[in-house]
T-cell receptor
């Protein structure tokens, strides 16, 4: 199993550009989530999904969009990039709702917005 | 809103010494997680604590949970350099319909000095 994969590993965007961060898992996990990690702020939840077709907002959803059309994939879209979105983004998955949310994390995407 | 607080945020300790990291959270939850992150890497799960009084041990690390006090501890015994990393605690909340969110603490950066 590849586990949780994320692409790209690094990305530089100009202010106002849009892009999609890809996340995929091959463990048949129902629960998937996106976090951003900034120095001194830990991990903050952006959006999460409890299954295909079902998503919800986390702590910092503004400027980001998600959809979940399959169990395997959970892309994160930046609609119009801003310097405040410079961060490291982690995708994670967990077996399912109603179960303990021990999460498996992807390797991360380091995004810089200039 | 669930708040998760860790202390200390930075810890420099000598090899061979013992120390404890504390994690307090603000609302009722029976499920707490500890993760480790090496510099520039992703997060890996260390412990899942699912009930009051739960205790888990792996090598020189031992985690416990007191849900009445809303407190978890991560105890380090006879620290070695390989334990140098940032340690996060996380707590989850659930709602009807299967929705669950995980809130992370800011993290404790541990440096073990030879």
């Amino acid at each position: 199993n590849a586990g949780v994969t994320q692409t790209p590993k690094f990305q530089v965007l100009k202010t106002g550009q849009s892009m999609t961060l890809q996340c995929a898992q091959d463990m048949n996990h129902e629960y998937m989530s996106w976090y951003r990690q900034d120095p001194g702020m830990g991990l903050r939840l952006i959006h999460y999904s409890v299954g295909a077709g079902i998503t919800d907002q986390g702590e910092v959803p503004n400027g980001y969009n998600v959809s979940r059309s399959t169990t395997e994939d959970f892309p994160l879209r930046l609609l119009s990039a801003a310097p405040s979105q410079t961060s490291v983004y982690f995708c994670a998955s967990s077996p399912g709702t109603y179960l303990p949310l021990e999460q498996y994390f992807g390797p991360g995407t380091r995004l810089t917005v200039t | 809103e669930l708040k998760v607080e860790q202390n200390p945020l930075f810890l420099s300790m000598q090899e061979g010494k013992n120390y404890t990291i504390y994690c307090n959270y603000s609302t009722t939850s029976d499920r707490l997680y500890w993760y480790r992150q090496d510099p520039g890497k992703s997060l890996e799960s260390l412990f899942v604590l699912l009930s009051n009084g739960a205790v888990k041990q792996e090598g020189r690390l031992m985690a416990s949970l007191d849900t009445k006090a809303r407190l978890s501890t991560l105890h380090i015994t006879a620290a070695v350099h390989d334990l140098s990393a940032t340690y996060f605690c996380a707590v989850d909340q659930s709602w009807p319909g299967g929705y669950q969110k995980v809130t992370f603490g800011i993290g404790t950066k541990l440096q073990v000095i030879p």
